[in-house]
C-alpha cells in the first residue's frame, strides 16, 4: 500500500508564493505523480504532472509560467512550487501517483493523498 502525505497549504495574498511537498511511501520512484485541486463546488483538474525520472513535466494552462513541478526520489518527495498566486488558485490540492513511468494524459490515478488546502486572499 502507498501511502501519500501532502504538507505545505495555507494562507497567502495574491501575488505571494507557497511550496506544497508531498512525502510518498513504498515504490515512489517507480511512479509518476501528479498534483490536482479541486475548488467548492467545481471538479477535481489536473494541475501538474511529471514522469518518474523527472524529466517531463506537464502543466495545466491556468498555472503555466506560475507553478512548477518536480520531485526528489532519494527523499520520495514531489513539490508543485506556486508563485503568483491568484485568488483563482484557492482550493485542495491533492497529490497523486500512477504505476508509471511517463506522464500520459489523462492522468489516472493510483493512489491519492487526503488534501491540503490552498487559500489565497486578495
Known amino acids: 500500500q502507498v501511502e501519500l502525505v501532502e504538507s505545505g497549504g495555507g494562507l497567502v495574498q495574491a501575488g505571494g508564493s507557497l511550496r506544497l511537498s508531498c512525502v510518498a511511501s513504498g515504490g515512489f520512484s517507480t511512479f509518476a505523480m501528479a498534483w490536482f485541486r479541486q475548488a467548492p463546488g467545481k471538479e477535481r483538474d489536473l494541475v501538474s504532472a511529471i514522469s518518474q525520472g523527472g524529466l517531463s513535466t506537464y502543466h495545466a494552462d491556468s498555472v503555466k509560467g506560475r507553478f512548477t513541478i518536480s520531485r526528489d526520489n532519494a527523499k520520495n518527495t514531489v513539490y508543485l512550487q506556486m508563485n503568483s498566486l491568484k485568488p483563482e488558485d484557492t482550493a485542495v490540492y491533492y497529490c497523486?501517483?500512477?504505476?508509471?513511468?511517463?506522464?500520459?494524459?489523462?492522468?489516472?490515478?493510483?493512489?491519492w493523498g487526503q488534501g491540503t488546502q490552498v487559500t489565497v486572499s486578495s
Open positions: 497523486a501517483a500512477r504505476r508509471s513511468t511517463h506522464v500520459s494524459l489523462p492522468f489516472t490515478a493510483d493512489y
